[in-house]
């Protein structure tokens, strides 16, 4: 058969026997692994590689069905098991050849089947006994069992599923069964041996977190000895002998005890007095309608608590009532750190420390030790802390210590559990003055006298803001008026005596009949009419108090209106909102350069339009000139006629410290950049 026919027939008989989840699992066989011939070698093969080896086992018998389809085998190694859609059809005792590929499983390695055939039947398996120990180490798992117990609790876990606790020897041991047993209430208390399969719970980590073994039905039951008809018939067992070296060990029956109930159930434990000792027993049940002083009887298991011996899995009836017992002891009793009283009603005082925000516990501070006293079900009365308060409950032994020269056990730490509200009792209420408040009036004492301080330090900065102010507006009025009358002194000297001269040139132009000498004499007047512009344009600048108290982009504005009404080109201007303060020097520098770049486009460009832009980006900010005129050749036209104030833009941008970019080409316009770096703000 050719090979491709061949995979596909192992594909469809794995079709047939698995869930599709399980197919897309399917791992590859390593054609170097040897086959694997025994169960024992499918189970304990290290799963060390993604490759899987060939199975093929000549005999094994089953041994166990579960409702999933799993099939669980052994042979004369050990155990294992398979999954296949034909479970039912299949039988405990019939004798199976397999063939197929390994898979690791959770525990154990399975088996992924190719083939299977049934070899013949026979009577169902014999179980091998155990112990719960045996359990424990796994070497035992989807093996056939049987182990001896006695019935401990039964509860239905589903419509047809149950479980079963069952003392055995060396603890407690669970049965799960697929169909529960008709009546498995009956199974309490009764010595019954039960075959199944040892299987547990298994963590992520392929480890056994604990056994448990699984039953088909109530016909995996064997009951050796029945529970008494009368179980409250039996005698009673005084509670020094409760949990003596004769019982420890062993997988024990219920036993009775009787005594006095010290209050109703609390957090599913009764305390039960008997003469001068009392125990702890968890119910199986609630108890409704127990009260403290009932006389009961109690059956349950016994088993070590945290300290001493108690009953478990317990169920108690009433059999008369009486007075409500008396505590242990009374408050002060130097004895109340005894192991005695483990488990009996007591009465503490103390002083409240701290009552949880959940209203079920209050920190107390005795003058031994420090304890927790709770309530289950119901909040606490609510108490101030350093009240103090009268306690009565059951005393609970909560960590034990034991010491390497010693062979006693004794309490390292206690618990106090109420009964009801009217185990408290407030004695007294906390002095109004105590340490709390006084560090509370002293926190405030402090805070005042930080915030005078405080409030001084700030009005210290206040006054001296506000001094500097004052200084600052004196200096900005005296140089405002220096300003002024430097500004008159300009107008009324200098720029009169130049208007003088630009008259007399004006007159003198037209005698001359020389042309070398006339074309001096309008060069002449050319320069004069710029002293003139410079002129006015300085006094302006002295006159122009925004240029100093408005910030740049509302002087540069201002600036740009004063130059549109000098002249038809449209001058455009835009800023950014939000730009970055500069000191004065340095916002006069930018304006003069604005003024010179855009007077130089009015006077030399012949533009259309004029854009003055203002912007800013992180670390600079950016000056902006442009033009649509003429342009010029920047290398060769930077001192001659008419670009006098480049070099004066250049100075003056050297003084900032900042850069100055000049970009333009014969009719392309030309654009003047200034780049000055800002400081980031902290």
Known sequence: ??????????????????????????????????????????????????????????????????????????????????????????????????????????????????????????????????????????????????????????ELTGETTGKLRLNVEGGILEVQFDQAPEDGSSLVDAEVRIRGLAAGAINDHRQLVYPYLRASDGNSITVIQSPPADPYGTADTPLSSLFDFARAGAASHRVKISGTALGPQIHGSVFIRQDNRSVRVIMAGPSPGLRAGDHVEALGFPEMGGFSAMLADATLRVTSHGQAPPPAIKPGATQINSGALDADLVTIEGTVIQQLADDSTFIIRTPTDTLRIISHGWKLPPVDPGSEARFTGIWLVKEVRSTSRSYRAAPAAHELWLRSPDDVTLLSAPSWWNSTKLSIMLGVVAGAALLVLVWAAVLQRQVARQVKIIEVKAQREAMIEERQRIAREFHDTLEQELAGLSLRLDAAVPRVADEKAKGLLDQLRKLLFRLQTETRDFVWDLRDESQHSEPLETSLGILIDHLQTTTVIPLDYSAMADLPAVPPLVQHHLLRIAREAVNNAIKYSSAKRVRISLTHAPGAMHLKVEDDGAGFDVGGKSNASGHFGLQGMKERVRKLGAELDIRSKPGEGACVEVVLAIPSAA
């Open 1 to 154: 058969m050719p090979r491709f026919l061949k995979k596909a027939a192992l594909l469809f008989l794995l079709s047939a026997c698995f869930p599709g989840d399980l197919l897309a699992q399917t791992p590859k066989i390593d054609p170097k692994a040897p086959v694997l011939t025994t169960a024992s070698a499918i189970a304990r093969l290290p799963n060390t590689s993604l490759l899987q080896p060939a199975v093929s086992l000549a005999s094994a018998t089953i041994t166990f069905i579960d409702p999933n389809g799993t099939t669980f085998i052994r042979d004369e190694s050990g155990a294992t098991f398979f999954r296949s859609s034909r479970s039912s059809s299949y039988q405990p005792g019939q004798m199976i050849s397999i063939k197929g590929v390994r898979f690791p499983g959770l525990y154990i390695g399975g088996i992924i089947p190719s083939k299977v055939d049934v070899l013949s039947a026979g009577p169902p398996p014999q179980p091998r006994t155990l112990t719960l120990r045996e359990l424990e180490t796994g070497q035992h798992h989807y093996e056939f069992v049987e182990v001896t117990g006695v019935g401990r609790s039964f």
